[in-house]
C-alpha cells in the first residue's frame, strides 16, 4: 500500500493537482491521498478564505465525481498554533496519519509514504515507478525522484498545469532555470567527490518506506528544510536511491511562505537578476579531507597540510578530540570510514560550503561554477546560457540515475 501526503497551505489549485493524480497510472497497489489543509491562528483572512475554498471544492469533488481508485482523505487544521505551523508540521501530521492508516491494515512494515505537493504535477508512470523501483531496491529506506521544474509556458501546459502558468512571468520562469542549475550543480559537485549524501532533497519528491519512517522519529517541523533534514536521517538507514524513470513537475511560481526555498529564490533572483551557488573549490576541499581517511585511521593525523579553509573550519579540536575518538571506537578502516563519514554528514558539508563561501572565496554566479564543473568532469561546455546548461545538467543526472538503478 502506498500513502501520498500533500501539505496544502494557500493553494489555489489544490483541485486541478489531485484531479491530475487520477488521471496517472493504476499501480497493483493501494493507493490513498491524505490532504492537509492548514493555516495557523494568526494567518490572514485571505489564506483562511482559500484554505476553505479548497476543501469546498474537493469536497464538492469528491461527492460528485464517478469513484476512482484515489481513496483521497482531506484533513482541515485551521487553527494550528503558530509554533505547530508550516510545511514540516503539515508533512507530519500527514504522514504520522499515514503509519496509523498502514497499522490498520498491517502495512506499517512494507508500506510506503510519498511526499507530494499541493501545486505539483508528475509524469503519468508516477505511482507505478515508485511501486516497481521500491521492489527492485529492497534493501532502499527511500528514493529522490527526478524532478524538473516547467520553464515556459508551452512547458506548462505540456505538464497538465492548464491555466495556472498563464501568470507566471518571463523572469519567474528565468528565476526557476537558475536555482533548478545550482540544485544539479550542488548535488553534481557531490557525487564528484564521492560524498555519500549526494541526492537531492526535494519535499515534492520524495518517497520512503514506512519503516524507516518510524524507525527514525518520523517528520520533523522545521517551517524550512524539512525535506533535507529528513531524507539525510534516512540515509543513515542505507543507501537513499534515485528514480529517474518518473518525473515530478514542481511548481515555478514565486512563493513567500518559507524563509528559503525555490519560492525565495525566485524572489531574489527577480530583484538582483543572478543566482549564486557555492565555489567548487570548497567541494574539493571536502575530497581533499574524505581522501584523508586511510591516513587518519592509520596515523590519528594528516599526512599533509589541509587547505587554509578547510583547516579553519576543522580547528585544533578535530585531531584531538574528533579523530581520536572515531578510532576508539572502530575495530577496521571500513568501520572507520563508515563513523568518518556520519560524522561528516550532509548538515556539517553545507556549514563548511557556506563558512568557506562567506570568509575564503565568495560567492559565484551558478552559470559560472556549472561550466567549472563541467571542465572538472571532463564534459563538453555546449553553451554558457542558464537554460542550455540546466539542460546538460538534467542530462547527466537521468544517466547517472539510470547506472545507479542498474548497478544495484
Request: aromatic share 10%; net charge positive; hydrophobic share 35%.
Amino acid at each position: 500500500m502506498m500513502v501520498v501526503v500533500i501539505p496544502c497551505y494557500n493553494e489555489p489549485d489544490l483541485l486541478g493537482t489531485l484531479q491530475h493524480l487520477t488521471q496517472c497510472d493504476q499501480p497493483i497497489s493501494k493507493i490513498e491521498v491524505i490532504v492537509v489543509i492548514n493555516s495557523s491562528l494568526s494567518c490572514s483572512k485571505t489564506i483562511q478564505e482559500q484554505n476553505q475554498k479548497s476543501l469546498n471544492e474537493v469536497s464538492d469533488w469528491l461527492n460528485t465525481a464517478t469513484k476512482n481508485w484515489l481513496t483521497i482523505h482531506l484533513l482541515h487544521l485551521p487553527n494550528l498554533p503558530k509554533s505547530n505551523a508550516g510545511v514540516g508540521s503539515a508533512r507530519k501530521i500527514g504522514m504520522d496519519e499515514a503509519i496509523r492508516r498502514l497499522a490498520d491494515v498491517n502495512q506499517a512494515e512494507n508500506g510506503l509514504l510519498i511526499c507530494y505537493d499541493a501545486d505539483c504535477r508528475c509524469s503519468p508512470n508516477y505511482f507505478t515507478s515508485i511501486e516497481t523501483h521500491f521492489s527492485n531496491q529492497p534493501k532502499s529506506p527511500g528514493t529522490s525522484i527526478y524532478f524538473e521544474h516547467p520553464l515556459d509556458k508551452n512547458e506548462m501546459e505540456k505538464c497538465g498545469f492548464g491555466k495556472v502558468g498563464q501568470s507566471i512571468s518571463q523572469n519567474e520562469f528565468a528565476g526557476i532555470a537558475a536555482y533548478e542549475l545550482h540544485l544539479r550543480y550542488h548535488v553534481r559537485a557531490q557525487k564528484h567527490i564521492n560524498f555519500p549524501y549526494g541526492f537531492q532533497t526535494i519535499g515534492s519528491a520524495m518517497a520512503v518506506r514506512a519503516w524507516a519512517y518510524v524507525k527514525q522519529g518520523g517528520m520533523n517541523r522545521r517551517q524550512a528544510g524539512e525535506d533535507f533534514y529528513f531524507l539525510q536521517k534516512i540515509s543513515w538507514l542505507g543507501k537513499v536511491t534515485e528514480l529517474s524513470n518518473a518525473i515530478v513537475y514542481p511548481s515555478p511560481r514565486i512563493s513567500d511562505r518559507v524563509p528559503f526555498g525555490t519560492g525565495k529564490a525566485i524572489s531574489s533572483f527577480i530583484k538582483s537578476k543572478h543566482q549564486t551557488s557555492y565555489p567548487l573549490q570548497a567541494y574539493l576541499d571536502i575530497q581533499w579531507l574524505i581522501e584523508q581517511a586511510d591516513s587518519l585511521w592509520e596515523f590519528g593525523h594528516f599526512q599533509e597540510t589541509p587547505p587554509a579553509p578547510l583547516a579553519t573550519f576543522l580547528e585544533e579540536k578535530f585531531l584531538k578530540d574528533i579523530v581520536p575518538e572515531i578510532r576508539q571506537n572502530s575495530t577496521d578502516l571500513e568501520k572507520f570510514r563508515k563513523r568518518f563519514l556520519r560524522w561528516l554528514n550532509a548538515f556539517r558539508l553545507m556549514k563548511y560550503l557556506n563558512r568557506a563561501k562567506d570568509d575564503f572565496y565568495g560567492s559565484k554566479k551558478v552559470e559560472s561554477v556549472a561550466q567549472e564543473l563541467l571542465t572538472e568532469l571532463r564534459q563538453p561546455k555546449k553553451s554558457e546560457n542558464v537554460i542550455d546548461l540546466l539542460k546538460q545538467y538534467r542530462q547527466l543526472d537521468r544517466n547517472s540515475f539510470k547506472s545507479v538503478e542498474i548497478k544495484n
